[in-house]
């Protein structure tokens, strides 16, 4: 029997709700310590675990057939796949933070300003309807530590509970985007992989409805 594989990311924040909506559609997984994959128990499903960041490519490229990510992730990397469901987790927003001991006015304060961030695309855009000059700094982690070593005057970032930011002296001033986890697919999924994916989207939809 065809199988499908879900990429789910192997640890942050979607990690627990993306486990626990498998669980809730009555999936069961094995999850050993350290894995990379693992099969589900009594549905035809095998589990990638993935860095969330790398989830949208390996969906166009077909490694993954379908994946749990950020929305932020999908809109940022901008690659060709399909968003299937929205799953109400995950909930969070694309934010621009400078330190807090900075006095903010309006936007236009962000002009000249070095940004870090993981998302150049997403604020590139922002920054251009604003009419914003500044200078993007792309890096891949630990964003909200480069104003504190003296990488960048401001971040743009995720922001969830706002713990990171609130222990990295920052203050959130703009928001890009806001976001939640999403079900997407990679295009060219064969006919019976699909039947598989109708069946998940049929539970993960009753498990929402449920939930309201
Ligand atoms: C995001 C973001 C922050 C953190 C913010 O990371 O990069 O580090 O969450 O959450 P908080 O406001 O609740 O403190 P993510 O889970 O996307 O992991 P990654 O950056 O390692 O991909
Ligand atoms: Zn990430
Ligand atoms: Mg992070």
């Known amino acids: 029997m065809d199988k499908l594989k879900i990429a789910i990311q192997k640890s942050g924040r979607l990690y627990d709700d993306s486990i ?8 069961e997984v094995n999850i050993g310590i350290d894995k990379l994959k693992t099969t589900a ?4 499903l095998e589990i990638l675990f993935l860095r969330d960041d790398d989830i949208p490519q390996y969906l166009e490229d077909g490694v993954a057939d379908i994946g749990i990510v950020g929305k932020n992730v999908l809109l940022e990397k901008r690659k060709k796949i399909k968003i299937k469901e929205t799953l109400g987790f995950g909930k969070c927003r694309l934010a621009i933070a400078i330190p807090k001991s900075l006095v903010y006015k309006e936007i236009n304060d962000l002009n000249g300003k070095r940004i870090a961030t993981s998302y150049p695309f997403l604020v590139r855009e922002f920054f251009e309807k604003k009419y914003i000059k500044a200078e993007i700094h792309e890096i891949s982690g630990a964003v909200e530590i480069a104003p504190g070593i003296g990488l960048a005057d401001c971040i743009c970032d995720l922001v969830s509970s706002g713990s990171t930011l609130f222990m990295n002296g920052l203050k959130e001033v703009e928001t890009i985007l806001q976001s939640e986890a999403v079900l997407a697919s990679n295009l060219h999924l064969r006919e019976e992989q699909n039947i598989i994916m109708k069946k998940l989207l049929f539970r993960i ?8």
Do not use: G, M
């Not at 626990?20 to 999936?27: G, M, Q, V």
């Not at 128990?41 to 035809?44: D, E, I, T």
């Open 205 to 212: 939809r009753s498990v929402k409805k449920a939930k309201n």
């Open 20 to 27: 626990k909506l498998l669980k809730d559609c009555s999936i």
């Open 41 to 44: 128990l009594n549905f035809p």
